[in-house]
């Protein structure tokens, strides 16, 4: 008996046809399971038979997804944290930044992935400026306030002050670049020749270079213009941001923003 079943479900397995199945599922009594393999070697004998299966569900985009996450990926991990429009940075938010280039200042655990970037991009012949790293939250703070200082004294209304200053200054504690791991990056015969942090960088070669080799590095376009919605920040083609080599490439393979990257890991949490 066990013999024949094997044979049956070696010509299953070779032929795949929806006939066979249905004489297999009509003469063995015992299961309507026609995956083989580890099903052949168990003895069924004792099994009642089982209802019919439902037809195989086709996954969403966002279960595909999931399944594949990174397992270890975890929403508090350091390289993931969340500052926008509406996370500000804790309050009690720790890490040891260094200086590199001789001007900015990194997370000291993303110095060799810059290092490595940067060396790279030379190699392909592009000669990186590092714009802006870390930036204090007082920074950020006189920043903001400077700017408002000056539209106040043009006129406008404290109200509409802020506002116009949120339209490019981010609120002091929720610019990313207080975590240190945010990278403003142009090169320098783009700064050479006038231009600064502007999303015409990405006209040059530079800056198709960079987003191709990021997620190679652990580097994600942090603002793209596709969703500005989603983050609440206007497109930025300099703006890079370290999560991780493997956060990166998911990131990069399904066109997903930081914000929704971590949604998604909370979804997965959650089931
Ligand atoms: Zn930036």
């Known amino acids: 008996m066990r013999?024949?079943?094997?044979?049956?479900?070696?010509?299953?397995?070779l032929s795949g046809c929806a006939q066979l199945e249905n004489f297999f599922e009509e003469t063995s009594n015992q299961s309507s399971e026609n995956e083989i393999g580890e099903e052949i070697d168990q003895d069924m004998t004792d099994y009642p038979k089982e209802p019919e299966e439902e037809?195989?569900?086709?996954?969403s985009e966002e279960e595909v997804m999931i399944q594949e996450l990174p397992t270890e990926a975890n929403v508090t991990d350091w390289n993931l944290i969340l500052?926008?429009?509406?996370?500000?940075?804790?309050?009690?938010?720790?890490?040891?930044f260094v200086e590199v280039d001789n001007t900015q200042q990194i997370d000291a655990r993303i110095v060799d992935a810059w290092n490595n970037w940067r060396d790279a991009a030379l190699e392909a012949g592009h000669n990186l400026f590092f714009a802006s790293g870390y930036r204090t939250v007082e920074r950020q703070r006189n920043n903001f306030n400077n700017s408002v200082a000056g539209y106040?004294?043009?006129?406008?209304?404290?109200e509409?002050?802020?506002?116009?200053?949120?339209e490019y200054l981010t609120e002091p504690g929720h610019s990313e670049h207080h975590t240190g791991l945010a990278l403003d990056i142009v090169d320098h015969e783009w700064i050479n020749a006038g231009g600064r942090l502007d999303p015409e960088y990405d006209t040059q070669e530079?800056?198709?270079w960079l987003v191709e080799t990021m997620a190679d590095y652990g580097f994600i376009l942090r603002y793209p213009a596709s969703k500005e919605e989603i983050t609440g920040i206007q497109y930025e083609s300099w703006h890079f941001r370290?999560?991780?080599v493997e956060h990166a490439q998911f990131m990069k393979k399904y066109d997903l923003v930081?914000?929704?990257y971590v949604d998604l890991i909370k979804i997965r949490d959650e089931m």
């Open 3 to 13: 013999l024949s079943k094997v044979l049956l479900l070696s010509i299953l397995m």
């Open 55 to 59: 037809p195989e569900k086709e996954l």
């Open 83 to 96: 500052v926008n429009p509406w996370e500000a940075l804790p309050e009690n938010y720790e890490a040891e």
């Open 152 to 158: 106040l004294s043009e006129g406008y209304s404290e």
């Open 160 to 166: 509409e002050s802020i506002e116009k200053t949120k």
């Open 206 to 208: 530079s800056q198709k």
């Open 242 to 244: 370290y999560v991780g």
């Open 258 to 260: 930081l914000e929704e």
